[in-house]
């Protein structure tokens, strides 16, 4: 038995917040009261510290199988629970994809293998040829939750809308990464910095937009559930609501790149800024937030890609792939550059982090309540840390190196076992 003592206890989905004891049998939560005794129990003083439910990503790169030079599952496990994370969601595009039952079932055998709960999609079309999809039905019974082709998006309507279709008729969704590549020019850069400093076109905002008004109407025609990939617009943000004020069935994550930082990154930290899509402007950056406050943009996800050092350090940024690694850091920018400034309580950013991503695949997960999972987490809302570059991840492409943030991770709980503990 594991008894955390004395910690405020945060339950976003309850509405539950006091000082506490939480008393972990097993994989259970046996009880929570404002004094408990175990004897024989392991014990951890969290005075002073939040007790929350153990967090939940559905968007990370873990790159097993065919790019574990970058990441594999395992490394990915321990950065996972360095960052308070006790469930994430693997994307599919590794190499070969994830299209059909046979790698599915070797992704999802590895994954058994880790500390902290692991679940991964499965391709909407077949090794992202963006025409043919694949067999929904069969890689769901095999273990797949949904379906997304994330890193490339669906350019032709016809296979979007055949492809929402086939995913209402299985009782699931699919997840797209919006941009079209006829309006982009160079990946990584927004269409301003590109312009002003680096002078080629870059990733433009319509691009982005555009995309997601087409999607989200296809998705309200088919009454089927889309789901919006780390949206960084401001326009994409009104056109989501829009979408949802229709009744269309849509929903949406940020990443805590986009609520964090601007395009003007890019200049300081070089290519360890460079993803996709890229960091915007300030006028995105806060429309991102108002989305988060309205409850438009209902769920904070990482899109962790972790990159290879000599993949990133290359002479020519334009040559260097896009993307960062994202779950040693998502807790704590968003404690500093949400919480801390007022615009979310708490609370409220738990609830994107934790019960919110949870509810949309119906985990037994992101809540934390007598009889429920015993997935929790530990951490200092206050205290500060500087980023270094001593990731659990293989990776360590990251333009928070260096800064100073808000929020340490304490202790990861999975399974009622201790996987994380910072010492």
């Known amino acids: 038995m594991l008894l955390i003592k004395n910690g405020r206890v945060l339950d976003p989905q309850s509405g539950f917040d006091q000082v506490a004891d939480v008393l972990v049998d097993g ?3 046996l009880k929570i009261a404002e004094q408990i005794e175990a004897e024989g129990a392991d014990v951890i003083d969290a005075a002073g510290l939040v007790v929350a439910p153990g967090l939940v990503d559905i968007h990370v790169h873990f790159r097993e199988p065919g790019q574990t030079h970058k990441e594999d599952i395992h490394t990915g496990a321990l950065a996972a629970a360095a960052g308070g994370f006790t469930t994430v969601v693997m994307m599919a595009n590794t190499n070969p994809t994830i299209s059909d039952v046979e790698t599915l079932k070797e992704v ?11 679940y991964t999609n499965a391709t909407v079309t077949k090794n992202f040829d963006g025409q043919n999809l694949t067999d929904f039905k069969a890689l769901l019974e095999a273990g797949a939750i949904s379906f997304s082709d994330d890193g490339i998006p669906l350019q032709s309507s016809k296979v979007v809308k055949e ?9 699931t969704f699919i997840a797209l990464h919006e941009e079209d590549p006829e309006l982009n020019g160079i990946l990584g850069f927004n269409e301003g910095i590109a312009q002003d400093k680096f002078h080629f076109c870059g990733a433009t905002g319509v691009a982005e ?23 960084s617009k401001a326009e994409s943000v009104k056109v989501v609501e829009f979408a949802q004020n229709l ?30 899509p890229p960091l915007r ?6 429309a991102v937030i108002e989305g988060l406050k309205s409850g438009v943009i209902s769920i904070i996800a990482t899109d962790h890609a972790p990159h290879h050092a000599d993949e990133k350090n290359v ?57 429920g999972p015993a997935d929790i987490v530990i951490f200092s809302d206050e205290e500060e840390r500087v980023v270094s570059e001593d990731f659990a991840s293989k990776a360590s492409n990251s333009p928070f190196i260096g800064e100073k943030l808000k929020g340490v991770v304490k202790y990861t709980i999975s399974n009622g076992r201790i996987v994380y503990q910072n010492k």
Do not use: C, W
């Not at 999802?108 to 692991?118: Q, R």
């Not at 805590?256 to 800024?273: N, R, Y």
């Open 247 to 276: 009744g269309a069935k849509i929903t949406a994550e940020a990443a805590p790149q986009h609520f964090s930082k601007t395009e003007d990154l890019l200049l300081l930290k070089g290519a360890a800024a460079k993803m996709n």
């Open 281 to 286: 402007t300030e006028k995105d950056r806060l």
């Open 315 to 371: 002479e020519d940024m334009t040559k260097a792939p896009s993307g960062m690694t994202g779950l040693e850091t998502s807790l704590s920018l968003g404690l500093t550059n949400l919480v801390a400034t007022g615009d979310l309580t708490l609370s409220e950013l738990l609830a994107k982090m934790t019960s919110n991503p949870s509810s949309l695949y119906s985990f037994d997960a992101g809540y934390l309540a007598e009889n």
């Open 27 to 29: 994989k259970k939560v």
């Open 163 to 171: 492809a929402l279709d086939l995913a209402k008729a299985n009782n």
């Open 108 to 118: 999802l055998a590895s994954a058994a293998k880790e500390d902290v709960h692991i």
């Open 209 to 231: 937009y555009s995309m997601i008004a087409r999607d989200v109407m296809i998705a309200y025609d088919r009454q089927a559930h889309l789901h919006i990939q780390h949206l």
